[in-house]
């Protein structure tokens, strides 16, 4: 099955990066290779959150790739949880910031501000800001247009 062959190429590439040390600079290169395909480095950093929550990078790069493919919610989603962990805070914001103005979102814009103030606290505006039902369907690695292999990724040294 291609699409599962894809998947476990995107596993094996996250694998390899974790144990190397060197996931930052081999998501750069993934960014590189995969730009033309927002779908794949969707799923490449939903599949990196499942293993890596510890840092804001996963987040972050997740967070673009959704805002890329038009899945403002779940950007949305993965920033408030970016939030949380207090690393690269004026990176996140900024992220968040610029999400929400795309989706004409003022009042929510405003309600970050108030944190930024200090005048809510995380909890509420992870309350106040609706991530919501995307109005895309979720995507498969099916979805990538094109024919780029990924398996030769689960072979980079």
């Not at 390899?16 to 081999?26: A, D, M, N, R, W």
């Not at 009042?107 to 200090?118: A, D």
């Amino acid at each position: 099955n291609i699409e599962q062959d894809r998947l476990e190429a995107l596993k094996s590439f996250i694998g390899h990066s974790l144990e190397s040390g060197k996931l930052v600079e081999y998501v750069t290169y993934l960014e590189d290779q995969m730009r033309e395909f927002p779908n794949v480095r969707h799923l490449f950093f939903e599949e990196l959150i499942k293993i890596e929550r510890t840092s804001s990078f996963a987040f972050l790069g997740l967070a673009r790739t959704c805002a890329e493919v038009g899945l403002f919610g779940r950007a949305k989603s993965g920033l408030l949880d970016a939030l949380n962990l207090k690393e690269s805070h004026t990176k996140v914001i900024e992220l968040l910031t610029s999400v929400l103005k795309a989706c004409n979102e003022n009042h929510e814009v405003e309600y970050l501000e108030k944190y930024k103030r200090g005048e809510l606290k995380l909890h509420q505006l992870d309350a106040l800001i609706k991530t919501g039902e995307e109005q895309k369907a979720p995507l498969s690695i099916s979805d990538v247009e094109g024919e780029k292999d990924l398996r030769g990724l689960r072979y980079l040294h």
